[in-house]
């Protein structure tokens, strides 16, 4: 089966540092994409960012990067220099198949 | 980007009954999903609603229960149909656009 696991249920980081939120995959497809999206206590859900499995470099977007190991099967999002706006769950997200991992609830402490 | 309006945000039901949520979106898509969320749970997938063909519905969903419509490209509905107390969720509906999905805003529903 296809699938997508998110291992950390829960994340803490101190203002201002780095974090690592972690995604791998399960996929049989040749070509494939990744996303993450963010989903704040407001409940809406904001793209952040995309990697295609044919992608030659990580994504970035301004203070979100993909570390994408397509060996591992993995595609972790770094998200850099957390402001208190980044607390919110974050789910990583089968572009073939629709399917979301269970999340990651991240919170950024003052 | 697009934008999907979806209404109704919030709803209050009696068992028994059905509600229709419908979702707009601001640009022609091919593919729209709905999809499920429990408090502070993923998201899952109910059904891939392609304009001009059947939904296609995922395991544990069935038409009976969760009946689509999509009439163009830019609409679509979903209803819940003989409501019980377990189909008390969030409900999103979601349009793919440019390699990414879009998706409004939720339909927090609660059957009494």
């Known amino acids: 089966a296809q699938k997508i696991t998110q291992t950390q249920p829960g994340m803490f980081v101190q203002e201002k540092e780095a974090v690592t939120l972690d995604c791998t995959y399960d996929?049989?497809?040749?070509?494939?994409?990744l996303f993450w999206y963010k989903q704040p206590s407001s409940g809406e859900m904001i793209f952040l960012i995309y990697?295609?499995?044919?992608?030659?470099q990580n994504a970035t977007e301004g203070r979100y990067s993909l570390n994408f190991q397509k060996a591992r099967k993995s595609a972790n999002l770094v998200i850099s220099a957390s402001q208190l706006g980044d607390s919110a769950m974050y789910f990583c997200?089968?572009?073939?198949?629709?399917?979301f991992g269970s999340g990651t609830k991240l919170n950024v402490k003052p | 980007s697009a934008v999907i309006s979806q209404k109704p945000s919030r709803d209050i039901c009696q068992r028994g009954t059905s509600l229709t949520i419908q979702c707009q979106v601001d640009?022609?898509?091919?593919?729209m999903f709905w999809y499920r969320q429990q408090p502070g749970q993923s998201l899952t997938l109910i059904a891939t609603?392609?304009?001009?063909?059947?939904?296609?519905?995922e395991s544990g969903f069935v038409i009976d229960k969760f009946p689509i419509s999509r009439p163009n490209l830019t609409f679509s509905t979903l209803t819940v149909s003989n409501m019980s107390p377990e189909d008390s969720s969030i409900y999103l509906c979601?349009?793919?656009?440019?390699?990414?999905?879009?998706f409004g805003s939720g339909t927090q529903l609660s059957v009494l």
């Open positions: 979601s349009a793919r656009l440019d390699e990414k999905l879009f």
């Open positions: 996929t049989s497809d040749p070509s494939y994409g």
């Open positions: 990697q295609g499995s044919y992608d030659q």
């Open positions: 997200h089968n572009f073939n198949k629709f399917y």
């Open positions: 640009s022609q898509v091919t593919m």
């Open positions: 609603a392609n304009q001009g063909s059947e939904a296609t519905y």
